[in-house]
């Protein structure tokens, strides 16, 4: 569904940008390009106003926020790679590496889970790495998309056992933003035995500020302080299970210690926005070194 809904938003815009073109260049070029110039960068503004937001609201949060340069830099990172995730990879490419389930290999196998409004294209580089180190792997699509984020235990349930009847080992579950409340909820249902470690990059585990803005049932979920996350600070998750990957210029999930789990291995990806974080070099490296463990 969520490839189908973004095919549609890059066909539309490209379609506004073609009439947009084509009816002011014949006459206007200085206007035509002015605004194909506002339809391509109009996301920017958007993050832009994210990441004020972020230094704002994290202020005052005990870990302490990024500079101004970092912020910029994070800012026009981000411009550049959301594009690339939301407009290609997801609609288009989201089934360009399929899941890689060989019988026999015992090396240790693989989840992972997508965030709010992405699905398995998500994950590409990840999954091509995994399939050039031949790790067993499974990448899920959380549907339905606006759905509540306990109903998304089921699709995690089926991925798990099916990488784990490939290994004969429990698997990794590597799980960005929401995936990660989403493996927590996994959790709440299952024996912490079937799970080798759960890595998390950028996930709210206590809520996010933007989330007061979401009126769908899994954004409402990510409110800080709302009923989901009261439950899930109760939901016994052993900590020692969790490395969670945070940024102090996270620009969806803030403050920025929101993405930290007492306890766990927290670590800090500084300078990087929401989604630029997951496609660090030196993040995926380590990420994947766990699975030696």
């Known amino acids: 569904m969520v490839a189908r809904l973004q095919q549609c938003i890059v066909m539309a815009w490209l379609l506004a940008a073609f009439a947009w073109v084509g009816s002011w260049w014949p006459h206007a070029p200085v206007i035509a390009i002015g605004g194909l110039l506002v339809l391509s960068l109009a996301h920017t503004s958007v993050l832009g106003l994210e ?63 997508h965030g709010f409004l992405c ?24 549907e339905p998309v606006f759905g509540s984020i306990d109903h998304y235990v089921q699709i995690i349930e089926i991925a798990v056992q099916r990488v784990t009847a490939a290994t004969g080992r429990p698997p990794v579950l590597i799980c960005h933003s929401m995936g990660g409340l989403a493996a927590r909820a996994w959790l709440r249902t299952s024996d912490p035995g079937r799970v080798h470690r759960i890595v998390t990059i950028g996930t709210p585990h206590r809520g996010t500020w933007l989330a007061r803005f979401s009126h769908t049932t899994n954004g409402h979920q990510m409110r800080i302080g709302g009923d989901w996350m009261r439950q899930a600070e109760g939901d016994g998750a052993p900590p020692c299970l969790f490395t969670c990957w945070y940024s102090n210029c996270d620009n969806i999930v803030f403050p920025i210690s929101t993405a930290t789990l007492l306890g766990a291995d927290n670590r800090l990806a500084p300078g990087r926005g929401h989604v630029e974080m ?6 995926r490296r380590q990420t994947l070194d766990l699975l030696e463990g």
């Open 51 to 113: 990441f004020i937001a972020t230094r704002r609201v994290s202020a005052s949060d005990p870990v302490a926020r990024s500079s101004a340069i970092q912020c910029a830099r994070a800012w026009l990172a981000e411009s550049w790679m959301a594009p690339r995730v939301f407009c290609w990879q997801q609609p288009f490419r989201s089934h360009a590496f399929p899941d890689h389930l060989p019988k026999g290999n015992d090396r240790r196998g693989v989840v992972l889970v």
């Open 119 to 142: 699905n398995r294209g998500f994950w590409n580089p990840w999954l091509q790495e995994l399939r050039v180190r031949d790790h067993a792997f499974a990448a899920v699509n959380l």
């Open 278 to 283: 997951a496609f660090v070099p030196g993040l």
